[in-house]
């Protein structure tokens, strides 16, 4: 998708990536979305049956993106708040990041 030069692109990953914080892995996944968007770093959006969802606890965070729709947000218990965030309805032009989760920081391999 390009609007007025941005540019959005959802692709499949073929690296493995793992999240790990505090020496914990909160997520590991051999299927990554990549998302592309101009202006941002690549974003590694991973199924929730890859994420230790029960590790996370939803934040009253959330926030607005013109091309991606409205992203709730994710807090660890006893860690960083807001870590993660996902689409629960995404814009239809990247629809496949439906529920998957981002994190900020992710390990490649």
């Known amino acids: 998708m390009s609007t007025e030069g941005h540019r959005i692109e959802v692709k499949p990953g073929t690296e493995p990536v793992r ?5 914990q892995v909160l997520a590991e996944s051999r299927r990554p979305l990549l998302l592309f968007e101009t202006g941002c ?8 049956e890859d994420v230790r969802t029960d590790l996370l606890t939803p934040s009253s965070t959330h926030t607005v993106c013109p091309f991606k729709g409205t992203a709730s947000y994710w807090s660890l218990e006893q860690g960083p708040e807001d ?11 990247v629809a496949e990041i439906k529920d998957h989760l ?3 920081e992710v390990q490649l391999g």
């Open 19 to 23: 999240v790990v914080v505090n020496g």
């Open 102 to 104: 981002c994190f900020y």
């Open 41 to 48: 770093p690549v974003r590694y959006y991973l199924p929730p």
């Open 83 to 93: 870590i993660a965030w996902a689409y629960p309805e995404p814009h239809a032009q």
